[in-house]
């Protein structure tokens, strides 16, 4: 039998989990570190009770239930269940729409969700009506030089982008340009990202003259702001050098990749993605001009800094088969890495990848492995050809 004091105790635990599921703001909290854990299924539940308690003390109207809609709505989406979501998102908006008016600005944040989830239904149209009605309300409510219509007018072409409207999506750039301008200067470097879109547009219409302007004052802009050799800077160059490449001007495109490439040479780490892509773009530009040893030099490096990130991953994976006691495996990875690695042409100057390094560095990871197996001659003989390509260089 259970103690008096126990009993109690009990009653309590009961009476405290009872009262739980009648309070709708521990629901609510639970919920949120349900969604926070990612697990939704298990958060549903919870939010749909703290909404069958807030409607029945408030009534189905009230603004107070729209964050717990809102909630559910996201739980839907994370879900995959976008025409649930679609509901819910429809409700908490007609309930704000009652209570703030359909021209507040307050409806602007669930306009643009219902906009990413038509696109996210493939349902485009609604998803376009949706954007223009964010930039309707938008002026209505804050006037037509608004900053953040400026905002707007960039999602809205970046739609019209995603969907390749480029025609449609150039005049929703140039406005929000236009605003940007007005409200912080012509050389604020939020104009960037918006000129930078303007000419994709342009070249997405194969209008590659004009898209040449707005790529330049990009470069402009990032050099004033950062200085001419911020790594800022050369995205701008290579957009600008590729702009010059589709028009055929190799002459005019290579100096601002010769640019570009110094920039990530000094600015990422050595087999950085960026200086692998900035090789390769100077090295087309090269063969596009019949400069073929210039280009060769170039494509060699490239291909050696995508063998080292190769050699990399390999000792990497070796390392977590070790770690999980697939030693076999593990070892089958390290004579594929070294293998990979004794291919890498040593590289003079810049041009160098730290070839030896890296082979040295496997070497060395697979006698550890060869240690802990009791294979210790073939680690010395692995260990001492490490030490003779550190001490090399």
């Known amino acids: 039998m259970l103690s008096l004091g126990r009993a109690a105790a009990l009653v309590l635990l009961i009476w405290a989990r009872g009262l739980a599921q009648d309070d709708p703001t521990p629901l609510r909290e639970r919920a949120a570190a349900l969604v926070a854990a990612e697990k939704y299924a298990d958060a549903e539940p919870l939010l749909g009770r703290a909404l069958e308690l807030l409607v029945k003390e408030l009534g189905s109207e009230d603004p107070a239930l729209t964050p717990v809609i809102d909630a559910l709505g996201a739980v839907y989406r994370a879900e995959g ?45 609604d998803a376009e009506r949706q954007y223009l009605h964010v930039i309707a309300v938008r002026e209505k409510a804050k006037g037509p030089e608004d900053l953040d219509l400026a905002n707007d007018a960039v999602d809205l072409a970046g739609f019209y982008t995603s969907r390749r409207r480029f025609a449609v999506a150039e005049p929703n750039l140039r406005r929000a340009i236009y605003i940007i301008e007005r409200k912080l200067g012509p050389e604020d470097p939020s104009l960037v990202p918006v000129l930078d879109s303007l000419a994709t547009a342009l070249m997405g219409q194969k209008n590659y003259e004009p898209a040449e302007a707005p790529l ?150 697979y006698a550890t492995l060869l240690r802990k197996l009791k294979r210790n001659l073939e680690a010395a003989r692995l260990e001492a050809r490490a030490k003779a390509l550190k001490t090399d260089h």
Request: net charge positive; proline share 3%.
């Open 81 to 125: 269940r976008n025409a649930e979501a679609e509901k819910v998102y429809q409700r908490s908006l007609a309930i704000k729409v009652k209570a703030a008016g359909e021209w507040s600005a307050e409806l602007i944040p669930d306009l643009k969700v219902l906009a990413g989830l038509y696109v996210a239904m493939g349902r485009y149209a």
């Open 216 to 365: 330049r004052r990009a470069v402009s802009i990032q050099e004033r702001a950062y200085g001419p050799n911020h790594v800022n800077v050369a995205p701008n160059l290579d957009k600008l050098a590729m702009l010059f490449y589709l028009e055929k001007r190799y002459v005019d495109a290579v100096p601002l990749y010769q640019r570009s490439l110094a920039i990530w040479e000094s600015s990422t780490q050595p087999d950085g993605a960026e200086l692998v892509t900035a090789l390769d773009n100077l090295a087309v530009v090269y063969a596009s001009q019949e400069k073929f040893d210039e280009a060769e030099l170039l494509y060699r490096r490239s291909l050696a800094l995508r063998e080292r990130a190769a050699v990399l991953s390999m000792n990497n994976l070796a390392l977590s088969l070790e770690g999980k006691g697939d030693n076999a495996a593990a070892a089958q990875q390290y004579k594929s890495a070294i293998s990979l690695a004794e291919k890498i042409p040593v590289l003079a100057g810049k041009a160098s990848v730290g070839e030896k390094d890296l082979l040295a560095r496997t070497l060395v990871n």
